[in-house]
């Protein structure tokens, strides 16, 4: 009995142990089986998967040990005149900036610049990028304080203050690749982020300082081949409406044509990117840091090129941003950015080769050509001939634009952009969060609970309306003038509150592929909404000239065999050098 015992133990154990054997292996397949989406389709080779993965690279990134080794001459003419990238392996280990950034040297030395700032991920259920100032807005030590827990990343210009840490290279460090700087830009992250795949509107070398990238770098000539479409006529940089983490090629069959070429970026490494070259940009490592330097496209015009001038004083070096005053937009760490203007050497030739190229100018013809009838307009027309007009006559003749200095066709731009890149001012959460939404969450808000603190408003507004701690308590005090501490419903409803929600008219519209311009991808053009307050009811409790190989297409020639071009449904996180390159340019070639 014993025995019978043991041996019928003995065969159930073994057939449980075959049992659960069986079992773990079948769930072994289950897990490792490719879903539907990721199959790959044997016909079309990449399909749903990374850009890079429809052909092998075949584009090969010329490289450089010795930043010194490429004169100013022969960077402009192998590189920019050619529009090639170029690498420039080690070239940022000269700059202080290398060995200084640490987080704590950082927090200390440059704590209080303020940064701006966007968020990684995009699409449905992303959070506001909230920082120290509002949405849109940190300082270095919040924004380091809490970068590893954060989506937030820096996309930002690089305050003045921290111009003597970087460095400009020696291959432009005379003529007027030196003379014709732009701006400079700062990307910091927490790593882990992709780009979408876009162009940008400037020339620029981008210098890796912590962490790791991979640049895939596709040519300007391939704009038919990535769907690029234009959505505005100021457009210069932009977006490929195509997912580049999984590529869609029967939707957009003409990207299998594309070539492609990888760089990857380790700390201390720095490349050309040419105006107009599409690229991905993935971050890697948990700190990921980066310098931008941004210059005009002055080989799309024949009669500019290279001017070496000074190029023959001295052997090119290493120079210090702050021992560069040509740099045209500048930033002091606080208060109103420039990221977004347009390249000052194309909008120059764009207006002096205006069709009325004889015609003098007079408020007349600025009022026809640039704006509408409005008293606005008048006012930016008279502000844009006083500065054509340099001795107040009225009038202003093509000699007079000819004689126009780089400072005057900067400021000229201030009146002439049909948009304003809110994200660079103080105005971003008022652009971002629109009237109704802040009305209708603060007016439930306040009615359910008949009387709010200050703790309990903040968080009303922060979770309700989705503004930012920082705000909340601004607003808060406009409202609290006698400073009682809290507030109560019957104090405050109807206009007390509308009043201080007014700022809130203040929003972004969204470009045609549905991208909220506000959070950095892609300015356009933003408008005030004026409401007449006799007629406003109070809100219920109910109430909810391009070169050719860089032109956008419409939407009408990428609608070719029945492809649909529109932007991705799936969620893209897009960020620039990692996270999303924010729009520096317009169509500069159009006449303006």
């Not at 015009?301 to 045209?328: A, H, M, Q, R, Y």
Request: aromatic content about 10%; hydrophobic content about 35%; overall charge negative.
């Amino acid at each position: 009995r014993c025995v019978l015992f043991s041996l019928t133990r003995t065969v159930t154990m073994s057939i449980a142990a075959i049992f659960y054997v069986a079992l773990a292996v079948f769930i072994c397949l289950i897990e490792d089986r490719p879903s539907s989406a990721s199959i790959v389709d044997a016909d079309l080779p990449g399909h749903l998967q990374p850009v890079g993965f429809h052909r092998p690279a075949e584009i090969i990134i010329d490289e450089y040990a010795d930043p010194y080794e490429l004169s100013p001459q022969e960077f402009y003419d192998k590189y920019v005149a050619q529009s090639q990238p170029v690498v420039f392996r080690g070239a940022s280990k000269h700059f202080p900036a290398f060995n200084l950034w640490t987080p704590e040297y950082l927090t200390e030395k440059h704590g209080n610049m303020e940064l701006r700032i966007e968020t990684k991920k995009d699409g449905a259920g992303a959070e506001n990028p909230y920082g120290a100032l509002g949405i849109g807005r940190d300082t270095m030590a919040n924004f380091l304080k809490y970068k590893d827990t954060s989506d937030n990343y820096v996309v930002s210009e690089l305050p003045t203050p921290m111009y003597p840490e970087v460095e400009i290279l020696p291959c432009m460090s005379c003529g007027n690749m030196r003379t014709k700087l732009s701006e400079i830009n700062l990307w910091m992250s927490g790593g882990g982020s992709r780009s979408r795949l876009h162009r940008d509107a400037f020339n620029a070398i981008n210098c890796q300082i912590q962490g790791r990238k991979d640049w895939i770098m596709i040519p300007n000539n391939q704009t038919r081949n990535v769907y690029f479409v234009a959505s505005t006529e100021w457009e210069m940089g932009g977006l490929s409406p195509i997912n580049a983490d999984s590529v869609n090629l029967k939707k957009y069959p003409r990207f299998r044509n594309v070539p492609w070429g990888r760089a990857t970026m380790h700390p201390g490494d720095c490349i050309f990117i040419p105006g107009g070259h599409y690229h991905q940009v993935r971050s890697f490592g948990q700190s990921n840091v980066a310098v931008s330097v941004l210059f005009s496209r002055i080989e799309l015009i024949e009669e500019v090129g290279f001017n070496s001038t000074g190029c023959d004083l001295n052997k090119p070096d290493f120079v210090s941003l702050d021992k560069i005053p040509e740099i045209l937009w500048q930033y002091p760490g606080s208060g109103m950015m420039s990221m977004g203007n347009l390249d000052d050497v194309l909008f120059r030739h764009a207006s002096l080769k205006r069709k009325s190229r004889s015609t003098n100018i007079t408020l007349k013809v600025l009022l026809k050509e640039y704006f509408d009838k409005s008293d606005d307009s008048k006012d930016s027309a008279l502000k844009m001939l006083k500065i054509l007009d340099e001795d107040g006559d009225g009038v202003a003749t093509p000699d007079d634009l000819d004689k126009l200095p780089r400072e005057s066709w900067r400021e000229l731009q201030k009146y002439t952009e049909p948009f304003t890149v809110y994200s660079n001012s103080y105005l971003q959460e008022y652009a971002v969060l629109e009237y109704e939404q802040v009305m209708n969450a603060m007016t439930k808000a306040f009615k359910k609970s008949g009387v709010m603190n200050r703790e309990e408003f903040v968080s009303a507004y922060h979770t309700m309306a989705t503004g930012s701690e920082y705000y909340g308590n601004k607003l808060f005090d406009e409202l609290d003038k006698e400073k009682k501490g809290s507030l109560k419903w019957e104090d405050v409803k109807g206009r007390p509150l509308k009043e201080v929600f007014k700022p809130f008219l203040l929003h972004t519209e969204q470009d045609d592929g549905g991208n909220h311009l506000a959070d950095g991808d892609v300015p356009g053009r933003e408008r005030e909404i004026v409401v007449d307050e006799e007629e406003e009811g109070e809100l219920g409790e109910d109430e909810e000239a391009l070169p050719e190989d860089e032109e956008g297409l419409s939407e009408e020639e990428n609608q070719e065999d029945g492809e649909e071009v529109e932007e991705e449904e799936d969620e893209e996180e897009g960020t620039d050098d990692g996270e999303a390159e924010p729009q520096t340019g317009g169509d500069q070639h159009d006449e303006l």
